[in-house]
């Protein structure tokens, strides 16, 4: 499916949430904390729930409003519960790819959510299938899922202690035994899992804007190469030997994450302001007014119109029911499509010079129809600022920008992206200008994308799409050679 006309944006695989919470509704509070992270992935959504003697699931294809209504809600009951919300970055839109996902076996049931991308998968995958493991999917939470439960020896919580040493890329999970619920991170902290604490309960989400969302409070972020374990006993910690430093992905504060969430410490809608702010530091231009693209570039432009002392204008409406479900229309109709989800305000751009702020390029292809629309409008200059870098490698952690083709300016350089876009001048913030914006030092986030420095060694079978991994993989706690 062509997305590009409807959303020119990288895509976050999935969000996940978990909530140990004794005599209260837990599906029902996991139903709000999976739509306060709807943001994170509008294909599928799924709650599984235990009340201790069994484990209780649903999920279906659509958004979480179209999966759940009263009457499957009031069949979970229980005291623990984890739910996911998911976009297909490895593995087809489908609901054998839906989460959670449920083991079955002599040890117990267990099932898993998974937000990130494995980089060893065909390696895992041949040895998983040595051993007999059956796969009913493609994707690679399915992979992971299996590998704890083959290679389930000890506690639950000690097999993935184990299995940690041998999954390879980006992962956050959330695990749900009968009467256990563990959180997950990997030792990168690639992908974001936060802590909270709603009354004696507990509860895990991808970001904090769905503890807000049912009351909880904060706690504080997981930790990388950290697994929590929470049940009646309260809370336990085991910490896997974290990697040097984190690498945080960069991309869940320039367009990810919801602007009113706190990750590991910094606050989004602080950091995309701060962007906007050295973005007019780096590249002032004379114009009359500074317009946002809605919704991701709006927090930067408001820093960029205060720091240049310009007028801060809403210059586009968005239609809010152009989404996952429009109709895809043919070659000389896509325009169309961006034209119902944007319209500019007409009457402020008459004769004006504008300044049109986002939080980046992938494609390039809805900026371009945007600029079209501005033109339209009566602009007389328009001038687009991009709060980060050019994107020029594809990331293989779990946003689905994996072919160097699809971006735009890895193959293009920027004065013919500025052509091709129609604007009269094109300016991007500076890696360095991006890092300054926050507390913490440069090395703990991920820039892969723009710079090409990977944290994680991807395979060529990883980035050649799922071909064979090598004849042997050796993994001797496990027995197999």
């Given at each position: 499916m062509w997305r590009g006309f409807i959303d020119d944006k990288p895509r976050e695989e999935c969000g996940v949430f978990g909530i140990y919470a004794p005599g209260q509704d837990v599906a029902q509070l996991t139903?709000?904390?999976?739509?306060?992270?709807?943001?994170?992935?509008?294909?599928?959504?799924g709650i599984a729930v235990s009340d201790g003697a069994e484990i209780q699931l649903h999920k279906n294809m659509g958004l979480v409003a179209e999966v759940f209504n009263e009457t499957n809600l009031g069949l979970l009951k229980g005291n623990l519960a984890i739910g996911?919300?998911?976009?297909?970055?490895?593995?087809?839109?489908?609901?054998?790819?839906?989460?959670?996902?449920?083991?079955?076996?002599?040890?117990?049931?267990?099932?898993?959510?998974?937000?990130?991308?494995?980089?060893?998968?065909?390696?895992?995958?041949?040895?998983?299938?040595?051993?007999?493991?059956?796969?009913?999917?493609?994707?690679?939470?399915?992979?992971i899922l299996n590998f704890i439960t083959c290679f389930r020896q000890n506690s639950l919580p000690e097999t993935i202690k184990q299995c940690m040493g041998y999954l390879k890329g980006a992962y956050s999970l959330v695990v749900m035994t009968k009467n256990q619920l563990i959180g997950v991170r990997d030792p990168r902290g690639i992908r974001?899992?936060?802590?909270?604490?709603?009354?004696?309960?507990?509860?895990?989400?991808?970001?904090?804007?769905?503890?807000?969302?049912?009351?909880?409070?904060?706690?504080?972020?997981?930790?990388p190469g950290e697994i929590v374990v929470i049940d009646e006993s309260g809370l336990k910690s085991v910490q896997?030997?974290?990697?040097?430093?984190?690498?945080?992905?960069?991309?869940?504060?320039?367009?990810?994450?919801?602007?009113?969430?706190?990750?590991?410490?910094e606050t989004v809608?602080?950091?995309?302001?701060?962007?906007?702010?050295?973005?007019?530091?780096?590249?002032?231009?004379?114009?009359?007014?500074?317009?946002?693209?809605?919704?991701s570039g709006r927090v930067a432009a408001l820093g960029y119109s205060e720091t240049a002392g310009l007028p801060f204008k809403e210059g586009l409406t968005k239609n809010r029911y152009v989404g996952r479900t429009f109709i895809q229309p043919v070659q000389n109709l896509r325009e169309l499509g961006v034209r119902l989800k944007f319209n500019p305000i007409k009457?402020?751009?008459?004769?004006?010079?504008?300044?049109?702020?986002?939080?980046?390029?992938?494609?390039?292809?809805?900026?371009?129809?945007?600029?079209?629309?501005?033109?339209?409008?009566?602009?007389?200059e328009v001038h687009f600022m991009v709060a980060s870098p050019p994107v020029l490698y594809p990331c293989y952690y779990g946003i689905d920008t994996a072919s160097?083709?699809?971006?735009?300016?890895?193959?293009?350089?920027?004065?013919?992206?500025?052509?091709?876009?129609?604007?009269?001048?094109?300016?991007?913030?500076?890696?360095?200008?991006?890092?300054?914006?926050?507390?913490?030092?440069?090395?703990?986030?991920?820039?892969?994308?723009?710079?090409g420095q990977y944290p994680i060694a991807v395979s060529a079978f990883t980035a050649l799409d799922n071909q064979q991994g090598p004849d042997v993989c050796i993994m001797p706690e496990f027995g197999i050679i």
């Open positions: 139903y709000y904390g999976l739509y306060a992270l709807q943001h994170r992935g509008q294909e599928s959504a996911h919300v998911r976009y297909s970055t490895t593995g087809a839109s489908s609901l054998a790819n839906a989460q959670p996902m449920v083991s079955r076996s002599s040890h117990g049931s267990f099932c898993l959510a998974h937000n990130g991308n494995l980089t060893n998968v065909a390696e895992l995958r041949q040895t998983l299938g040595r051993s007999g493991a059956i796969f009913r999917s493609t994707s690679d939470s399915e992979l974001p899992l936060c802590l909270g604490k709603l009354g004696k309960g507990y509860v895990l989400a991808s970001e904090s804007c769905a503890l807000d969302a049912i009351g909880a409070r904060l706690v504080r972020d997981i930790k896997v030997p974290p990697a040097r430093h984190r690498s945080l992905c960069i991309f869940e504060y320039i367009y990810l994450a919801r602007q009113d969430s706190i990750i590991d410490g809608n602080m950091v995309r302001q701060a962007f906007g702010r050295q973005l007019a530091r780096e590249c002032r231009v004379d114009a009359d007014m500074v317009i946002p693209v809605p919704d009457d402020i751009f008459k004769g004006q010079r504008v300044v049109m702020v986002d939080d980046s390029i992938v494609r390039g292809t809805t900026c371009r129809q945007i600029v079209k629309m501005l033109r339209e409008a009566g602009a007389r160097p083709g699809q971006l735009l300016a890895a193959r293009c350089s920027q004065e013919e992206i500025q052509k091709y876009l129609g604007v009269d001048s094109l300016y991007y913030l500076s890696l360095r200008g991006l890092l300054a914006a926050f507390k913490a030092p440069a090395q703990e986030f991920c820039t892969a994308c723009f710079d």
